[in-house]
């Protein structure tokens, strides 16, 4: 049951991915960054219930990645390099968290495409983990 879980969040992870993948491609790069954020945050939920966590809370890549190395200390080194995706949950959707501007005008190509990279990197690392159990 407990890896179906983690299975379920995995899967919607992958979708969001895809979305967030293209979504850097055609121009809505706050939104990709933000997603690349959801992602990653559905993709470290996926493996913490798939060790039999029953509630995994909590939108910090930072956080889950400590809690997920409890079951797996490679995740200790990855936290430093995903946390990054921490900074895009808030200021990609709201005007007020940025200094005279909006997101939309803020985010740009690169740095739309690199989460997604950090999203997917989270992605992979979990579903490879995720098939060894």
């Known amino acids: 049951m407990r890896e179906a879980e983690g299975q379920r ?10 979305w967030a993948q ?16 959801q992602v990653a945050e559905k993709g470290l939920m996926a493996f913490l219930y798939a060790q039999g966590e029953e509630i995994v809370t ?9 809690a997920a190395a409890r079951y797996l200390p ?24 940025l200094p ?9 190509r690169e740095a739309a495409e690199r989460a997604v990279e950090l999203a997917a990197e989270v992605v992979s690392f979990v579903e490879e983990h995720l098939a060894e159990g």
């Open 74 to 97: 490679e995740f200790r080194a990855r936290a430093e390099h995903w946390a990054i995706l921490d900074g895009y949950y808030v200021p990609t959707r709201y005007p007020n968290s």
């Open 22 to 37: 293209l979504l850097a491609r055609e121009g809505g790069y706050h939104l990709a960054c933000f997603l690349a954020q």
């Open 58 to 66: 909590g939108h910090s890549i930072e956080r889950l990645s400590t």
């Open 9 to 18: 969040w995995l899967e919607q992870a992958k979708e969001d991915l895809r």
């Open 100 to 108: 005279a501007s909006i997101p939309a005008r803020v985010y740009n």
